[in-house]
């Protein structure tokens, strides 16, 4: 398993920074509700976060595409660290937007870490969504960077034209690339969102909640797996996100979720409960009362051998459950 590392990150939002198009799902603003001139913006935002604490060990520049900057504007960002003192940058970009020119540019500029928007690996899921590169982009990009950067790659489920196959597709080639990082986004249908007007007319329909559920885990549990490191699961809590969600599957503690539903597929490979046997209570009464379950680090392991598809089953029955959990908490508050 990977080491937990702690690194106090200062973000800094530019949402649609660099975007050379609109994708389906996108709405940048609702996400970060940032909505100024970029580079007052940034400023003010640095400001605040220098207010509440004066030491960070990195400044992120995300929500934007960075490398489809123009030169200019990429320059101002690299000026504005070195202004505040960050020896050690992170962004996140885009797949297409990469040259050896480029990456030789934020090699010199101290560019640590770079976060890729891969979302899917489906060369079909990627047009239907608007993202306007293929699988090879992904492929070349990466193999790019490797060796000069850490690097994360950022993942979607549920996502538009979607199917099961594009999830099993994903995790082999994921686990081929071998970023260093990744974080993992369920499909939210966000207002003022392309998607949302698909979603409005019934072309788009998400994903019912145990589906997203047992697709974000078995990718959580397959990065695990291969020492990815999953630094996040599901978009950051906040009250104007809250108020930006049109539908599909959302919740504060997706990560929690995850985990729970990963250690209960786990159990229902391993303990062979009896159909008529399983219940919610029963398998968090399993989980905490097995302590080698709950604190091995290394049970994850035995999960992910054998074929991805068949392991699936056990995710998607114990996402059955856990989304039935959560319906019946949701009914009874």
Same mark, same amino acid.
């Given at each position: 398993? /990977?080491?937990?590392?702690?690194?106090?990150?200062?973000?800094?939002?530019?949402?649609? +920074?660099?975007?050379?198009?609109?994708? *389906?799902?996108?709405?940048?603003?609702?996400?970060?509700?940032?909505?100024?001139?970029?580079?007052? !913006?940034?400023?003010?935002?640095?400001?605040?976060?220098? %207010?509440?604490?004066?030491?960070?060990?990195?400044? $992120?520049?995300?929500?934007?595409?960075?490398?489809?900057?123009?030169?200019?504007?990429?320059?101002?960002? =690299?000026?504005?660290?070195?202004?505040?003192?960050?020896?050690?940058?992170?962004?996140?970009?885009? /797949?297409?937007?990469?040259?050896?020119?480029?990456?030789?540019?934020?090699?010199?500029?101290?560019? %640590?870490?770079?976060?890729?928007?891969?979302?899917? !690996?489906?060369?079909?899921?990627?047009?239907?969504?608007?993202?306007? =590169?293929?699988?090879?982009?992904?492929?070349? !990009?990466?193999? *790019?960077?490797?060796?000069?950067?850490?690097?994360?790659?950022?993942?979607?489920?549920?996502? =538009?034209?979607?199917? +099961?196959?594009?999830?099993?597709?994903?995790?082999?080639?994921?686990?081929?690339? #071998?970023?260093?990082?990744?974080?993992?986004?369920?499909?939210?249908?966000?207002?003022?969102?392309?998607?949302?007007?698909?979603?409005?007319?019934?072309?788009?329909?998400?994903?019912? !909640? @145990?589906?997203?559920? @047992?697709?974000? #885990?078995?990718?959580?549990?397959?990065? *695990?797996?291969?020492?990815?490191?999953?630094?996040?699961?599901? *978009?950051?809590?906040?009250?104007?996100?809250?108020?930006?969600?049109?539908?599909?599957?959302?919740?504060?503690?997706?990560?929690?979720?995850?985990?729970?539903?990963?250690?209960?597929?786990?159990?229902?490979?391993?303990?062979?409960?009896?159909?008529?046997?399983?219940?919610?209570?029963?398998?968090?009464?399993?989980?905490?009362?097995?302590?080698?379950?709950?604190?091995? %680090?290394?049970?994850?392991?035995?999960?992910?051998?054998?074929?991805?598809?068949?392991?699936?089953?056990?995710?998607?029955?114990?996402?059955?459950?856990?989304?039935?959990?959560?319906?019946?908490? $949701?009914?009874?508050?």
């Amino acid at each position: 398993m /990977p080491k937990t590392e702690k690194i106090k990150i200062l973000p800094v939002f530019i949402p649609f +920074l660099g975007c050379p198009n609109r994708c *389906l799902f996108c709405n940048q603003n609702a996400i970060t509700g940032i909505d100024k001139n970029y580079e007052e !913006t940034v400023i003010s935002q640095i400001e605040d976060y220098l %207010k509440i604490n004066e030491k960070w060990d990195e400044i $992120a520049f995300f929500g934007g595409s960075f490398t489809c900057l123009n030169r200019d504007s990429r320059e101002f960002f =690299y000026d504005t660290a070195r202004r505040y003192k960050f020896n050690n940058i992170r962004i996140s970009t885009r /797949p297409e937007c990469f040259s050896e020119e480029v990456v030789e540019e934020l090699l010199q500029n101290n560019v %640590k870490t770079v976060e890729i928007g891969v979302q899917s !690996t489906s060369s079909k899921v990627l047009k239907f969504n608007l993202r306007n =590169y293929d699988k090879k982009v992904i492929f070349s !990009t990466i193999a *790019l960077l490797k060796g000069n950067f850490k690097i994360c790659t950022q993942l979607m489920t549920g996502m =538009y034209k979607e199917d +099961l196959q594009d999830i099993f597709e994903m995790i082999t080639d994921i686990l081929y690339l #071998s970023p260093d990082y990744a974080r993992i986004y369920p499909t939210v249908v966000l207002k003022n969102s392309p998607l949302e007007d698909l979603y409005l007319n019934g072309s788009f329909i998400p994903d019912p !909640t @145990a589906i997203i559920i @047992a697709k974000t #885990s078995i990718i959580y549990s397959y990065l *695990l797996c291969n020492d990815i490191r999953v630094i996040r699961v599901g *978009l950051p809590e906040s009250i104007n996100l809250n108020r930006e969600i049109s539908g599909g599957f959302y919740h504060p503690a997706i990560g929690d979720i995850v985990k729970t539903t990963t250690k209960m597929a786990y159990i229902l490979k391993f303990n062979k409960i009896p159909e008529d046997m399983i219940s919610f209570k029963g398998l968090i009464n399993k989980l905490y009362s097995n302590l080698k379950i709950v604190s091995d %680090k290394y049970w994850i392991k035995n999960l992910c051998g054998g074929d991805v598809e068949d392991n699936w089953r056990f995710f998607e029955r114990a996402a059955d459950i856990v989304s039935k959990e959560l319906q019946h908490q $949701a009914n009874h508050r």
